[in-house]
């Protein structure tokens, strides 16, 4: 998630749905105080409920807030619905009432296997008509994009007696005939058809599991792993900053030293390819790439055999950057990405085998369009500097960018380069993980969305709102609401184009992953959209279409082989927990989220079975600083508390109070409890929960008292940027983490067989 985002503390829902939220953890309901009205037009009201945008929503204080009439108009005018005039919105909403009747097929179909559905075929009336399913052929599935299609099995679609009244749509008389997707479709990405005359369509067909497996379970106990940014822990090896070797290294040390069944670490996602570089692994450039300054450079394959010559730019490059990773400062991303890259166009231009470049060759086939996409943002990136971009050059397909491919190629190549061997060095991650003894493996994060001015927002700008941007209505820790400044995917747009950015995006992100983190999982179902120069507080939450979205996330994941785990903390609608679980899909858990009606500790056994259970998260302070009350202090020191710091201290204390005494009610310390004791306890406490998964924070285990994140603050404080320390604040290496008493004490806490 973004700097200044607090997980769990947004209001997501339906659009439709205006029931009561609940309350994250606890599952408890938040009391509702009569709902407040405001005159909005009716037309209008009619017109944002035709295309998902709610007119009012639950806050997180239980009253039901009205949308301004002002939201709407422009939230509908971003999802290209004129709404600016009374005549505007008529004419729209009449349009609306026939939209489904102009199409011929629907843009994209999604159902789930072993079920039958009905799709509507709206054909001239009295005409006949024949409807067909081409299936994914097993070679498509494996290839993605990429290649020639082989032939496919055709399957019919059957006819139901369904009558329809026929409608007068634009002037012609238009019928609507039923037909029956078959239950027995495999899994799969097929091609819906339609032929009626000379009129023809083809529709998306997406069959999606109805539940993913559950995770992978070692005999005996829960299967536990340890959470970290990847960024913070490094090795004496690693450049400033810890990176895809110093990951497989981790994972295999975590499975063999601690016995740790997983890894989850931040997103990788691609950042800027100059600097300076945005911190927030949670604000990227794109999504579906990795930010190649995670690459190991003397782990690719031609680095071993460069000329001396150029073995020597290698190190030159190396040598300023040589003792960062013991530096106690803030991790400082640019001098380490510059001596990085210099050192990367060393190693790209050396010859490469006849095997090797044809690997590279696959992979970039198989990337297909997006992977060229990405590489020549980066390259137009390169080549403009600070300069704004001509006009012309925004739009991806214009004659310009034809014209800068051919002209930069050299560079895409480089860039397209850079993400295959980052995709080598995650595929090694991934395998030694496993090879290590890992049930789970690496457990990759999905940020909430990418920077409006990155290489996804330029190369997927036909699926993504303008005008607008995704954030959070106002609550307990930001009152004026948040504004995370990310374009949203446009609904109607992203349907029509078949969900194939997303499909491609979960497909790359789950290439080597055994599970993945959903950020912000409600954003599947909708997300609060403000519009561009409006305050965070004068947004709207626009509906999305769930079914599709986390049926497709399930199917890839099942392709994967990977556990989904999404972060359902906040304040939404009940019925999304249940929906999730019913999908297979772990929500989240968070030990001090966790409370009963009176705010205390809730009991273990009272969590929910299918979660990711935690103490606590990379937005919080590590264990030890949270209680001693230095998120407190900090966030007066900072000057973003929204009450007396009086107030903030003694809820802080009763907080800490209470869960020590519930501690010692359950035996798990003593009277005078240690730090150390203390932290292990807690995580003791979550081992007790019937959680499918158990995080440990790796701050926790060397005891880090310093927050990674502090949420509403951006310069104030160096997010994502603090280095892995012990309690001292002295810096803890890869090399010697697992000799830290304190991480070898708690991994032998969390080893211990389960009471029977």
Not at 137 to 151: E, I, L, N, W, Y
Not at 378 to 398: F, I, K, M, Q, T
Request: aromatic share 8%.
């Amino acid at each position: 998630m973004v700097a200044g985002y607090l997980p769990g503390r947004t209001g997501p829902g339906r659009a439709e749905d205006p029931v009561l939220p609940a309350v994250a953890g606890s599952g408890r309901i938040v009391c509702v105080s009569e709902p407040q009205h405001e005159e909005l037009p009716e037309p209008l009201a009619q017109l944002a409920d035709a295309h998902g945008v709610a007119t009012g929503f639950h806050g997180f204080d239980g009253v039901r807030h009205a949308v301004r009439a002002s939201t709407l108009v422009s939230v509908l005018e971003a999802l290209g619905v004129p709404a600016s005039s009374p005549e505007k919105v008529a004419v729209s909403l009449e349009h609306s009432r026939d939209d489904a009747w102009r199409r011929m097929l629907p843009p994209t179909v999604v159902v789930r296997h072993g079920a039958a559905a009905a799709v509507p075929v709206h054909v001239a009336d009295g005409a006949d008509v024949e409807v067909w399913i081409e299936l994914e052929a097993p070679h498509d599935a494996a290839r993605g994009t990429s290649g020639p299609r082989p032939v496919r099995e055709r399957r019919d679609a059957t006819q139901l007696d369904v009558p329809v009244p026929p409608q007068t749509v634009d002037g012609r008389r238009v019928g609507r005939a039923t037909f029956e997707i078959p239950a027995d479709l495999p899994l799969g990405w097929h091609d819906l058809h339609a032929v009626s005359g000379e009129a023809r369509a083809r529709a998306t067909l997406v069959v999606t599991p109805e539940r993913l497996d559950p995770p992978p379970a070692p005999e005996g106990r829960a299967p536990w792993g340890f959470m970290t940014q990847l960024y913070s822990v490094r090795s004496r090896a690693s450049w400033g900053v810890g990176d895809l070797a110093d990951l497989a290294d981790l994972a295999w040390l975590s499975a063999r030293e601690a016995g740790a069944d997983f890894l989850l670490i931040n997103p990788l996602h691609a950042a800027e390819p100059r600097t300076p570089m945005t911190p927030s692994p949670y604000l990227p450039t794109s999504r579906r790439f990795v930010n190649p300054l995670y690459v190991r450079v003397e782990d690719i394959r031609e680095t071993a055999y460069l000329s001396a010559a150029d073995r020597s730019l290698v190190e030159w490059a190396f040598d300023p950057v040589r003792d960062l990773g013991s530096d106690p400062a803030p991790i400082d991303r640019d001098p380490a990405w510059e001596a990085k890259k210099a050192a990367l166009e060393v190693v790209f231009a050396a010859p490469r085998s006849t095997a090797r470049q044809a690997g590279f060759d696959e992979f970039r086939a198989g990337q297909g369009r997006g992977l060229e996409d990405f590489a020549t943002w980066c390259a137009l990136a390169d080549h403009y500097g600070d300069a704004e971009w001509p006009r012309d050059v925004l739009d991806p397909a214009s004659p310009a960018v034809a014209g800068l491919r051919e002209q930069l190629s050299d560079t895409i190549d480089f860039y397209c380069w850079l993400q295959w061997v980052a995709d080598e060095q995650l595929r090694v991650a991934q395998r030694t993980a496993r090879e290590a003894g890992m049930c789970v493996g690496i457990m990759h994060d999905l940020a909430v969305g990418v920077h409006p001015e990155g290489a996804d927002a330029w190369a997927n700008q036909s699926v993504l709102a303008r005008g607008v941007s995704v954030g959070a209505p106002p609550d307990t820790y930001n009152q004026q609401g948040q504004n995370w400044s990310q374009p949203p995917w446009h609904p109607e747009a992203l349907a029509r184009a078949g969900y194939a950015p997303y499909r491609d995006m979960l497909r790359t992100v789950l290439r080597h992953a055994g599970a993945i983190r959903i950020d912000h999982v409600i954003g599947l179902f909708r997300l609060w959209w403000i519009p561009g120069g409006a305050r965070a507080d004068a947004g709207a939450y626009v509906s999305y279409d769930h079914e599709a979205l986390i049926g497709i996330l399930c199917l890839e994941a099942q392709r994967a082989g990977a556990t989904v785990i999404g972060e359902d903390l906040g304040v939404f609608e009940p019925w999304v927990r249940d929906y999730l679980a019913e999908r297979g899909v772990l929500g989240t858990s968070v030990l001090w989220f966790e409370k009963t009606d009176d705010g205390a500790p809730l009991a273990p056994e009272d969590y929910r079975p299918l979660t990711l259970a935690t103490v606590t998260t990379h937005d919080l302070p590590p264990t030890a600083g949270y209680l001693a009350g230095e998120h407190v202090e900090l966030r007066e020191r900072l000057g973003v508390l929204t009450e007396p710091v009086a107030v903030v201290r003694r809820q802080a204390r009763v907080e800490r109070e209470r869960t020590v005494a519930f501690l010692r009610e359950r035996g798990l310390v003593g009277e005078e409890p240690s730090e150390r004791e203390l932290v292990e306890a807690l995580h003791l406490m979550i081992r007790q929960s019937p959680a499918a998964l158990l995080g440990v924070s790796l701050t926790d285990a060397v005891g880090e008292r310093r927050a990674q994140n502090q949420p509403g603050t951006d310069r104030e404080y160096p997010n994502w940027r603090v280095p892995l320390g012990d309690s001292a604040g002295n810096v803890v290496m890869l090399e010697d983490l697992f000799d830290n008493a304190r991480l070898r004490s708690l991994a032998a806490a969390m080893n211990q067989p389960l009471p029977r």
